[in-house]
């Protein structure tokens, strides 16, 4: 089991430069997710580590030793590969005793090994098939076999589940938190999706631009976001941003005005709010008006997209689905003066209120 | 399925079908016509061959008569010549389709300094028609003492520009390069990863470059004629193209075209043989399972 850090780590391919110097600290044990959108360079961050890329500077460290020129196989890393990549020409149990044998280990301890990961990711029925008489969710626990026998200090993810279909990346999702409880390995995982990145993450590291935003546990980053990015990116539907500005004790936004307790900062210039924390209310009682452009009832809850001048359309959360409210209804918004973000005119997040 | 925007009951689609098909018919013809007369003219006695309609076979049926007096004349020297075709064509097909094997790869999976260079020149190659080389080559190997030997032959066939080519853009298609990041995690070299982990997807591209490259070290005429100087030496080509010169000019006494015509009936019998072997190569779908597609 590894820490693994990372100091001042930069990756150019030609001129183009993908990671403009990155520090982390991965701890013992830990589950740590990249999230970031398309060219955030967050899977090129995950090759770095695993030694598939040559960094263009800065050092790689797993358990102090500095592995920055050490090959893939010299950091006793494990990796899973979003298209699995299994070797098509040979059986599972091949697959996942390829690099035992490489390594060359004694036959027995080979076996067992691959018999133990084949138990845990029940797949014993299917040791003498090749990958292509295999389903999708079979192929993945394979990958993620293959990955186990190794006993490495890390285990790292590259989209593993984005190639499974919905349902089966449900299930997946909840044995690799499984597999994280069991084998109480580090792993780092890296992923678009953001439900993943909430419910299998001890740290979540938000890639913007070859740069981190944030890290944070997902509660931290969804109570307290850094920056506009993360505030928008973690969470679904993503916070509703106005533009504001501080006029003693009330923020302005575009058609009317949230009173605070106390005065806000100064400097703010936009004003987040999740769409859990805005309240319907009839035209006129809220903080401003609107009118309802799209309503999405999803059973347990309801999305209300209401369109506001100057603000362009917020999203409302209403839980259930009997709220009686119709397209081109006009309401009123209530803000959740507790729950508000405040960012200045950087999109840096700033204290709600001085009190 | 039929082309896109027409179905298959469409009027266009069965015309634009008719004309396609009449098309391969005259290339079928065209192609089948010389094979054959060469069939029928090894049948035939050398009276008959010039006494007798070509595209048809003679009441005399002469072929087993022909093939005796083909492999007996002096000495049976063609089976000599059959045996140097084939080593020459197999040791040039294997080391062809090796090499382009292992050009082709590094083309496409790794980067390196002046590959686009490099790949530039291979392209280039396969435009210089190997003619062009021959002589260049009859000064090189008459310097470094090779003229004479197999290796005038095999070495020269050895270099094969559109291998490589065929090879880069098989191993883009076949192997993808997840195989390989994860055969390095597994600790395997590159050498181990090509070896153990993709060269069997790759069976199909390599038995196209070798069949291509046999082909062409079989029927290779020019480079021999140049570099071989005695008949021990000689391929197919070579020899039965001076026994033809020999019964033109009647001078080979009993040498007659019937034999050349059943030499050269023997000697294409090899090539088809090896098409029909490397034809179990030839399948898709080699790599499927092992990645999403």
């Given at each position: 089991?590894?820490?693994?850090?990372?100091?001042?780590?930069?990756?150019?391919?030609?001129?183009?430069?993908?990671?403009k110097g990155v520090d982390l600290?991965?701890?013992?044990?830990?589950?740590?997710?990249?999230v970031g959108p398309?060219?955030s360079?967050?899977?090129?961050?995950?090759?770095?580590?695993?030694?598939?890329?040559?960094?263009?500077?800065?050092?790689?460290?797993?358990?102090?030793?500095?592995?920055?020129?050490?090959?893939?196989?010299?950091?006793?890393?494990?990796?899973?590969?979003?298209?699995?990549?299994?070797?098509?020409?040979?059986?599972?149990?091949?697959?996942?005793?390829?690099?035992?044998?490489?390594?060359?280990?004694?036959?027995?301890?080979?076996?067992?090994?691959?018999?133990?990961?084949?138990?845990?990711?029940?797949?014993?029925?299917?040791?003498?098939?090749?990958?292509?008489?295999?389903?999708?969710?079979?192929?993945?626990?394979?990958?993620?076999?293959?990955?186990?026998?190794?006993?490495?200090?890390?285990?790292?993810?590259?989209?593993?589940?984005?190639?499974?279909?919905?349902?089966?990346?449900?299930?997946?999702?909840?044995?690799?938190?499984?597999?994280?409880?069991?084998?109480?390995?580090?792993?780092?995982?890296?992923?678009?999706?953001q439900v993943?990145a909430m419910?299998?993450a001890?740290k979540i590291v938000v890639l913007d631009g070859g740069v981190i935003q944030q890290v944070g546990s997902p509660m931290e980053l969804y109570e307290r976001p850094a920056n506009l990015f993360v505030a928008q990116f973690i969470g679904s539907p993503k916070m509703n941003v106005l533009p504001a500005s501080a006029d003693g004790r009330a923020i302005i936004v575009p058609g009317g005005k949230v009173r605070l307790a106390a005065p806000p900062p100064a400097m703010i210039a936009h004003l987040g709010a999740r769409p859990e924390n805005i309240v319907v209310t009839p035209p006129g009682q809220g903080d401003i008006d609107g009118r309802v452009d799209v309503v999405e009832?999803?059973?347990?809850d309801t999305f209300a997209y209401v369109a506001v001048p100057d603000a362009g359309v917020l999203t409302v959360r209403i839980v259930?689905?009997?709220v009686g409210i119709?397209i081109d209804q006009p309401v009123g918004l209530a803000f959740d003066t507790q729950r508000l973000h405040l960012f200045d005119t950087r999109g840096q997040a700033v204290p709600a209120a001085a009190a | 399925?039929?082309?896109?925007?027409?179905?298959?009951?469409?009027?266009?689609?069965?015309?634009?079908?008719?004309?396609?098909?009449?098309?391969?018919?005259?290339?079928?013809?065209?192609?089948?016509?010389?094979?054959?007369?060469?069939?029928?003219?090894?049948?035939?006695?050398?009276?008959?061959?010039?006494?007798?309609?070509?595209?048809?076979?003679?009441?005399?049926?002469?072929?087993?008569?022909?093939?005796?007096?083909?492999?007996?004349?002096?000495?049976?020297?063609?089976?000599?010549?059959?045996?140097?075709?084939?080593?020459?064509?197999?040791?040039?097909?294997?080391?062809?389709?090796?090499?382009?094997?292992?050009?082709?790869?590094?083309?496409?999976?790794?980067?390196?300094?002046?590959?686009?260079?490099?790949?530039?020149?291979?392209?280039?190659?396969?435009?210089?028609?190997?003619?062009?080389?021959?002589?260049?080559?009859?000064?090189?190997?008459?310097?470094?003492?090779?003229?004479?030997?197999?290796?005038?032959?095999?070495?020269?066939?050895?270099?094969?520009?559109?291998?490589?080519?065929?090879?880069?853009?098989?191993?883009?298609?076949?192997?993808?390069?997840?195989?390989?990041?994860?055969?390095?995690?597994?600790?395997?070299?590159?050498?181990?990863?090509?070896?153990?982990?993709?060269?069997?997807?790759?069976?199909?591209?390599?038995?196209?470059?070798?069949?291509?490259?046999?082909?062409?070290?079989?029927?290779?005429?020019?480079?021999?004629?140049?570099?071989?100087?005695?008949?021990?030496?000689?391929?197919?080509?070579?020899?039965?193209?001076?026994?033809?010169?020999?019964?033109?000019?009647?001078?080979?006494?009993?040498?007659?075209?019937?034999?050349?015509?059943?030499?050269?009936?023997?000697?294409?019998?090899?090539?088809?043989?090896?098409?029909?072997?490397?034809?179990?190569?030839?399948?898709?779908?080699?790599?499927?399972?092992?990645?999403?597609?």
């Amino acid at each position: 089991m590894a820490v693994i850090t990372l100091s001042g780590v930069t990756k150019s391919f030609g001129s183009v430069s993908i990671i403009k110097g990155v520090d982390l600290s991965i701890g013992d044990g830990e589950f740590v997710i990249f999230v970031g959108p398309s060219g955030s360079g967050k899977s090129t961050l995950l090759r770095l580590i695993a030694g598939l890329e040559e960094t263009s500077g800065g050092h790689i460290l797993i358990d102090g030793t500095d592995v920055t020129d050490r090959g893939p196989a010299e950091r006793a890393l494990s990796m899973v590969f979003q298209s699995y990549a299994l070797y098509p020409t040979k059986t599972v149990r091949q697959n996942m005793s390829f690099g035992l044998e490489v390594a060359r280990l004694p036959r027995a301890e080979i076996d067992r090994r691959v018999d133990a990961a084949a138990a845990i990711l029940k797949l014993e029925p299917y040791m003498a098939r090749k990958p292509r008489a295999l389903s999708g969710g079979q192929r993945q626990r394979v990958a993620i076999g293959r990955a186990i026998v190794r006993e490495p200090v890390a285990f790292l993810f590259d989209e593993p589940l984005s190639n499974l279909d919905a349902a089966l990346r449900v299930d997946m999702r909840v044995e690799i938190a499984k597999l994280h409880r069991r084998l109480a390995a580090t792993m780092v995982y890296v992923t678009h999706d953001q439900v993943e990145a909430m419910t299998l993450a001890d740290k979540i590291v938000v890639l913007d631009g070859g740069v981190i935003q944030q890290v944070g546990s997902p509660m931290e980053l969804y109570e307290r976001p850094a920056n506009l990015f993360v505030a928008q990116f973690i969470g679904s539907p993503k916070m509703n941003v106005l533009p504001a500005s501080a006029d003693g004790r009330a923020i302005i936004v575009p058609g009317g005005k949230v009173r605070l307790a106390a005065p806000p900062p100064a400097m703010i210039a936009h004003l987040g709010a999740r769409p859990e924390n805005i309240v319907v209310t009839p035209p006129g009682q809220g903080d401003i008006d609107g009118r309802v452009d799209v309503v999405e009832r999803l059973g347990s809850d309801t999305f209300a997209y209401v369109a506001v001048p100057d603000a362009g359309v917020l999203t409302v959360r209403i839980v259930g689905n009997d709220v009686g409210i119709a397209i081109d209804q006009p309401v009123g918004l209530a803000f959740d003066t507790q729950r508000l973000h405040l960012f200045d005119t950087r999109g840096q997040a700033v204290p709600a209120a001085a009190a | 399925m039929g082309i896109v925007g027409n179905t298959v009951r469409s009027a266009r689609f069965r015309r634009s079908r008719w004309v396609l098909t009449a098309i391969l018919c005259v290339y079928l013809v065209y192609t089948l016509i010389p094979i054959f007369y060469v069939v029928t003219a090894s049948t035939k006695t050398n009276a008959d061959l010039f006494g007798t309609f070509g595209l048809w076979f003679s009441d005399d049926f002469h072929l087993r008569e022909n093939l005796v007096d083909l492999f007996t004349i002096q000495d049976g020297i063609f089976l000599r010549w059959l045996g140097n075709t084939f080593f020459y064509a197999l040791t040039s097909a294997i080391g062809a389709a090796f090499f382009a094997l292992l050009a082709g790869y590094a083309f496409a999976k790794y980067d390196f300094a002046g590959k686009r260079l490099l790949f530039a020149l291979v392209l280039g190659a396969v435009m210089i028609p190997q003619t062009a080389l021959v002589i260049p080559l009859y000064l090189l190997f008459s310097k470094v003492g090779l003229l004479n030997t197999p290796l005038a032959v095999i070495l020269p066939s050895l270099v094969f520009p559109p291998g490589v080519f065929l090879m880069r853009v098989y191993v883009e298609e076949a192997v993808s390069d997840e195989i390989i990041d994860a055969g390095r995690v597994d600790g395997a070299g590159e050498l181990h990863i090509l070896s153990g982990l993709t060269f069997r997807l790759l069976m199909p591209g390599l038995a196209t470059v070798f069949i291509l490259a046999f082909v062409a070290a079989w029927n290779n005429y020019f480079l021999p004629l140049v570099v071989m100087s005695t008949s021990d030496q000689f391929p197919v080509t070579v020899g039965l193209a001076i026994w033809y010169a020999s019964a033109t000019t009647g001078s080979g006494g009993n040498l007659l075209f019937t034999v050349v015509m059943a030499g050269s009936l023997v000697s294409i019998l090899p090539v088809i043989l090896a098409f029909l072997i490397m034809q179990r190569f030839w399948q898709g779908g080699l790599s499927a399972g092992s990645v999403k597609a």
